[in-house]
């Protein structure tokens, strides 16, 4: 996508959205209710068009008409899966097999690979949302697509379920699948993507890979640890290089060590010879998430 915008009358649900997807990468896409999620699904998938700029999926105009075969190519699992009640599992999935031009044999399988292979015969209507998710991974899998976009995958899913997914995600991509996932669920994403995008209002706030986003955000690691006997001489001695020391029960403690003087930090804190453990708790997705879009709001309302 290269300056990517769309507009539905006075919306601007996207702004000049530059963003890559190599083959075999995972991008997280992340952002608040009405950030443009969707939408850049939507324009991939070539179901609507970008107002201005230039998007290209295989080398190819998502929304043209020759580019009916690349769809062939594309998995897409909505937001809101929806299902004909009176079919089964199987016929569900061997009518979506059929439009799509694919042999009738991998439905079986894809049933069986979503863990749905025990309720096949039943009535969608009497599935429960975890396995009618199931099911709609199963659909957006079939044809081995080499692009697959699942708009919030793991939204009623258990967490054995959630963790089976996310096997399955791992899997692809070492087979070359390239994947966009949007999730407004972080814990436990980011082992399972290459790369986060965020947007907010339509625009892109940040891209790149876990450790890139930290660079950005330079916000600190948070260092939690315990001490024998007091934590005066430590106070103290780390006071010296600016950072402060927060007394926990007991005598546990926290700091915050500042990203560029991190190392100087836990140097200081390893000599101790009192210190009986440590902790260290990086800025995880959440809280860089939290970031860069905090930051955006600040500077929406100085605007
Ligand atoms: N067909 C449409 N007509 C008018 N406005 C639209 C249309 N589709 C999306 N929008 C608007 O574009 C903006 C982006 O919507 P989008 O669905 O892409 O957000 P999202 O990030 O997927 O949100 P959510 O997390 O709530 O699903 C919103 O303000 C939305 O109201």
């Known amino acids: 996508m290269q300056r990517v915008s769309k507009t539905w009358g006075q919306v601007h649900a996207l702004r000049d959205v530059s963003l890559e997807l190599r083959k075999g990468q995972v991008l997280g896409l992340l952002g608040h209710n009405g950030a443009g999620k969707s939408t850049t699904m939507k324009l991939i998938l070539g179901l609507i068009r970008p107002s201005s700029g230039e998007l290209k999926v295989f080398d190819h105009d998502p929304s043209a008409v020759e580019s009916s075969h690349l769809r062939l190519k594309l998995g897409y699992l909505p937001e809101n ?6 079919l089964s599992g199987e016929e569900v999935l061997t009518y979506f097999a059929r439009l799509k031009g694919i042999e009738r044999r991998q439905v079986a399988l894809l049933l069986e690979r979503v863990g749905l292979a025990h309720a096949v015969k039943r009535r969608v209507g009497t599935y429960s949302k975890g396995m009618r998710q199931r099911l709609g991974l199963a659909q957006a899998l079939i044809g081995e697509p080499r692009l697959l976009l699942l708009d919030e ?5 258990d967490p054995m379920a959630t963790r089976d997914f996310y096997g399955m995600i791992d899997e692809l991509r070492a087979k070359g699948v390239s994947v966009v996932l949007c999730s407004h669920v972080l814990p ?12 907010g209002q339509g625009q892109l706030l940040a891209s790149g890979s876990i450790d890139e986003l930290r660079d950005m955000a330079g916000l600190p690691l948070m260092v939690r640890g315990r001490i024998d006997g007091t934590r005066d001489a430590l106070e103290q001695r780390l006071s010296q290089s600016g950072v402060a020391l927060t007394r926990l ?4 403690f926290e700091l ?6 991190k190392l100087d930090v836990l140097r200081n804190l390893l000599q101790s010879p009192d210190l009986t453990d440590i902790e260290l708790d990086p800025p995880n997705l959440e809280t860089l ?15």
């Open 249 to 252: 029960n007991g005598n546990a």
């Open 188 to 199: 436990g994403v980011e082992r399972h993507i290459d790369r986060a995008a965020i947007l």
């Open 256 to 261: 915050a060590a500042p990203a560029g003087g």
């Open 289 to 303: 998430y939290a970031h860069f879009d905090g930051q955006s709001r600040k500077q929406e309302t100085l605007q």
């Open 153 to 157: 995958p793991t939204v009623g899913l």
């Open 81 to 86: 899966v929806s299902f004909y009640d009176q």
